[in-house]
């Protein structure tokens, strides 16, 4: 099925992939995982080095949903700063959290180091603060992160942000030289691949529809397996809807210009940049210098009519001297956001299950699927951790769940602009 808003730079891009093979309507497994996005695809990783029979179910291709369309940014943590961690959880639980989130980092680099992934990984990232007082605060979470948690990082006076970004009038920022950006259809590709060579079974264009026990009920017809692990995040509704209600899309949109003589001009650091505001601004310099601009968000499903154009004034605000350079592509997905934007994991009996990144997934999806492949053996401690992070659904339900988040949404977005 083609979609109109994966018109997509990742696309135009993306490294050489054999489809695979369609569901053919029977087989017996140790582990089904449905989600071919990267916690999917690294939880059939990590199964089949354990030894497991694993097979994958992606309702589209590879990489499709919003593994295949984000902004390739790479943010070392969660959407909570280590403070709130630690003032709502206490230190001990803190610890294993920071642990875990931060470790991230190293495992995807690790992943992308032994299986060879060309992914156009590159290092550094930049938040920008939008007002003076976010970059305040940014600078005590940098001192809390450097003495508690060994964790250091950079903050960068706003008459030095010329050393990173030429444009936008931010108020200072902080430098992780630990974060950094990839190209995440490739990283997503990548995983596949290895996934297959570790003996994984891939089927693409075979949606799951519903579980039923240890049966996997797909539209081809069914397989079993001991563990089911749950890895749809948007998707996730189609297949269990009780879970569909931990999350709400909010739609974000990308753009890719053409290829940049001066792009350095704009990012001298080549760092990747997101901005403090609530509705954030993203943005990094791709492998052939194209600026990968993601700005604005709606909370309705229905795409602008024109998405470069609804992209554009916000790369414009930022770059004022880009307002009439042409844009190659265009596209756009769903994040899959929880009530308090921290991740959803969890089990079900024999389903263990992980969405809900809410827009911070890059690096913490690749440690979500090592941590399911871990429950499946019986190692809980690192799943654990993430399972009792506090969780609930949105109110209202089925019909009124969505408004309700997107009025919540606004007030927010309302905020950034006071």
């Known amino acids: 099925m083609s979609d109109p808003l994966n018109n997509s730079y990742y696309q135009a891009s993306a490294n050489a992939w054999k489809p695979q093979p369609v569901f053919n309507g029977d087989g017996q497994f140790d582990v089904a995982i449905i989600g071919g996005g990267f916690t999917g695809l690294s939880a059939a990783l990590a199964c089949a080095e354990k030894g497991l029979k694993v097979a994958l179910f992606e309702a589209q291709s590879i990489g499709f949903g919003a593994s295949g369309r984000n902004g390739g940014q790479l943010i070392p943590g969660l959407r909570w700063s280590m403070r709130e961690i630690d003032a709502e959880f206490g ?25 060879g992934i060309a992914c156009d990984l590159k290092s550094g990232h930049l938040e920008a603060a939008y007002k003076p007082e976010h970059f305040a605060d940014m600078q005590r979470e940098a001192d809390f992160l450097a003495k508690e948690f060994g964790w250091e990082s950079e903050s960068v006076q706003p008459d030095e942000m010329g050393r990173h970004i030429n444009g936008g009038g931010y108020h200072g920022g902080l430098y992780d030289a630990r974060g950094g950006h990839f190209h995440p259809l490739n990283y997503a590709l990548g995983l596949a691949g290895a996934a297959l060579k570790a003996g994984v079974t891939i089927f693409e264009h075979s949606p799951v529809t519903r579980i039923d026990g240890n049966q996997i009920i797909a539209e081809q017809g069914s397989a079993k397996a001991q ?12 297949i269990d809807r009780e879970l569909g209600g931990f999350t709400v899309p909010i739609m974000n949109y990308n ?14 650091s080549y760092a990747a940049v997101a901005d403090s505001r609530f509705v954030l601004n ?19 499903q229905t795409p602008p009519a024109d998405i470069a154009a609804f992209v554009r004034k916000h790369m414009v605000d930022v770059f004022p001297s880009l307002a009439d350079t042409p844009i190659d592509y265009a596209w756009g997905g769903a994040v899959g956001v929880t009530m308090n934007r921290l991740p959803h994991l969890g089990r079900k009996g024999n389903v263990f299950f992980a969405h809900g990144f809410s827009g911070h997934g890059a690096l913490v999806t690749t440690l979500a699927g090592e941590l399911l492949a871990e429950a499946v053996t019986g190692t809980m401690g690192g ?36």
């Open 383 to 418: 799943f654990d951790v993430f399972d009792k992070l506090p969780s609930r659904p949105f109110p209202g339900g089925r019909l009124f769940a969505r408004p309700l988040a997107t009025l919540g949404l606004l007030w927010y977005a309302l905020r950034d602009r006071l």
């Open 282 to 300: 993203y943005f990094r310099l791709s492998a052939d210098k194209r600026l990968i601009f993601g700005g604005g968000e709606k909370y309705v």
């Open 255 to 268: 753009i890719a210009t053409v290829p940049l003589p001066d792009a350095e001009q704009l990012l001298p």
């Open 227 to 238: 563990h089911i692990l749950l890895a749809a995040d948007n998707w996730m509704e189609d």
């Open 91 to 115: 230190r001990e639980r803190a610890q294993a959290i920071f642990d875990l989130a931060y470790g991230a980092v190293e495992r995807v680099h690790r992943r992308i180091a032994q299986h």
